[in-house]
């Protein structure tokens, strides 16, 4: 019986990568700019913004919630970011700059994207000049109405709140986070959060005052056990704990069984404990519940054919797509 996990690792999924035209990136790159702000102790936090609208950029409030003064940059120039509004749950902040010189960007949306689509993400990494990185969509994960995005786009500090783009240079994402000690995991919010910061009129807090939330903390600061499903998920898989994932995956998908996630979880779990016809019978629920969520899901759905069960293998219970059995597979 051949191991499910190493037929994943031995399959691909293929993606064109196409160059961004220079001349293209030039332009879009006037759209995202630097941010340094200022803190009390006197140090600089740098990020990246987006101009989405004339004079005002969004950003991760985790740059600028506790800042004195916000600063934006680009090449020679400096603006003064005057007040800020704010949605710290998602980490997302809307600065307005007055007298800012910058195009806005087309807003695209997560919800159109697949996994193993070619996006490609512009900021200021290590806080230096703006660097871009191509890479490719590898999970899109449901959360508050809309999906959070996992790429292959590698970024670090100083890229937090640049832009991630789809093909045809729409912003889709905001980058946000990375999970460390993981590879390409690397987090950005979607596009559709930034709409109630444009579109709701709502308090505008001054930078000053951000100080008063620094102790508020965004959806994926929190401790672990207050972090969304698919987050605690990709911690257990970086760290092996794979009968830990099969427990989370389960309550999971008893809770939303029309979510196609937690069913590739589930079978992913179990391939790595060779209990392979439940990891087949998991794949069967995931096609079931949806397309791929994920480039695992897409990977998964190629290894289908793989041996039936032993007489003395137990089946995992019959998924029903709105609710499943509480037995334990």
């Known amino acids: 019986m051949k191991r499910l996990f190493v037929l994943l690792a031995v399959l691909a999924v293929t993606s064109s990568w196409a160059d961004i035209d220079r ?3 030039i332009g879009l790159s006037a759209s995202v700019l630097k941010i340094e702000a200022l803190q009390e102790q006197g140090s600089l936090s740098l990020g990246s913004g ?16 506790d800042a004195l003064k916000v600063n934006v940059l680009r090449g020679g120039a400096r603006w003064l970011a005057e007040v800020q509004r704010s949605d710290i749950d998602h980490d997302l902040c809307l600065l307005r700059v007055p007298g800012l010189q910058g195009r806005a960007v087309a807003l695209g949306r997560s919800d159109k994207l697949k996994p193993g689509q070619t996006v490609t993400a512009l900021g200021y990494t290590g806080g230096l000049g703006l660097q871009n990185s ?3 969509v590898l999970a899109l994960h449901r959360f508050h109405g809309s999906h959070v995005i996992r790429s292959s786009n590698w970024f670090s500090s100083g890229a937090s709140g640049g832009g ?5 240079l729409r912003l889709v994402g905001i980058l ?6 993981g590879e390409a995991h690397y987090f950005a ?45 990709a911690r257990l898989q970086r760290d092996d704990q794979w009968r830990e994932l099969q ?14 996630e937690p069913w590739v979880l ?17 794949l069967s629920c995931s096609l079931a519940a949806g397309p791929a969520s994920s480039v695992d899901g897409a990977r998964l759905a190629m290894t289908r054919a793989v041996e039936g069960p032993p007489e003395s293998a137990l089946p995992l219970t019959p998924c029903e797509i709105g609710g499943v059995s509480s037995r334990t597979p």
Not at 56 to 63: A, F, G, P, S
Not at 164 to 168: G, Q, T
Request: hydrophobic residues 45%; glycine residues 4%.
């Open 23 to 25: 001349a293209v990136l």
């Open 50 to 65: 987006v101009v989405i609208a004339p004079e005002k950029i969004i950003t991760n409030c985790h740059v600028t919630r």
């Open 134 to 136: 191509a890479g490719e």
């Open 164 to 168: 991630l783009f789809d093909e045809d």
């Open 176 to 181: 946000t986070f990375r999970l460390r000690g």
């Open 189 to 233: 919010a979607p596009a559709e959060w930034l709409l109630p910061l444009l579109d709701t009129p709502g308090p505008v807090v001054p930078n000053g005052d951000m100080a008063d939330r620094s102790q508020q903390l965004a959806y994926w600061q929190r401790p672990f056990a207050k972090q969304p499903r698919f987050l605690k998920a």
């Open 247 to 260: 427990s989370l995956a389960l309550e999971w998908a008893r809770d939303d069984a029309s979510d196609p």
């Open 266 to 282: 589930m079978g992913m779990a179990l391939s790595r404990m060779d209990r392979l016809p439940e990891a087949q019978r998991a």
